[in-house]
């Protein structure tokens, strides 16, 4: 098993001085972590990223993301995160929201987020022009 100073310089190519954090950085509750390396290098990366390199032993790759399976940003508990690929947790994602009708011409959509309230442009102009926005 290696030592944390260890796996640092085996990750990121330099020996660990100090972790500040987790903070959070959104009004999503996303929380980030600062690294900061005897030589002076600064690295910011998401707190659920940093738990997964730490269990894999490993940086991820360019097309890995982690994922909460229970989709509560604010539980970074190790068992609650999962690696996808980037196209998956788009999938996932964008799987979560239904169909829901449009409030302006009451046309039946798929949302694409959750705030998502109009089938197109049009009709979210044409609700801003009648005061619904």
């Not at 990750?11 to 929380?31: D, F, M, S, V, W």
């Not at 999962?82 to 947790?89: A, G, H, K, P, T």
């Not at 929201?97 to 039946?108: Q, R």
Request: positive net charge.
């Amino acid at each position: 098993m290696l030592k944390i100073d260890d796996l640092d310089k085996k990750l990121y190519g330099y020996h660990l001085a100090k972790i500040y954090g987790p903070y959070n950085q959104t009004y999503e509750a996303r929380e980030i972590i600062v690294l900061y390396y005897s030589d002076k290098v600064k690295r910011t990366l998401s707190y659920p990223k940093y738990l997964m390199e730490r269990k894999l032993g490993r940086l991820l790759e360019q097309n890995e993301t982690v994922d909460h399976i229970d989709e509560a940003s604010i539980n970074n508990n190790i068992e609650n995160l999962q690696i996808l690929s980037r196209e998956d947790n788009i999938r996932k994602s964008q799987s979560k929201y239904g169909n829901i009708d449009c409030l302006v011409c009451n046309k039946s959509f798929k949302q694409k987020y959750s705030y998502s309230k109009y089938c197109s442009n049009k009709c979210r102009y044409k609700a801003r022009e009648l005061g619904l926005h």
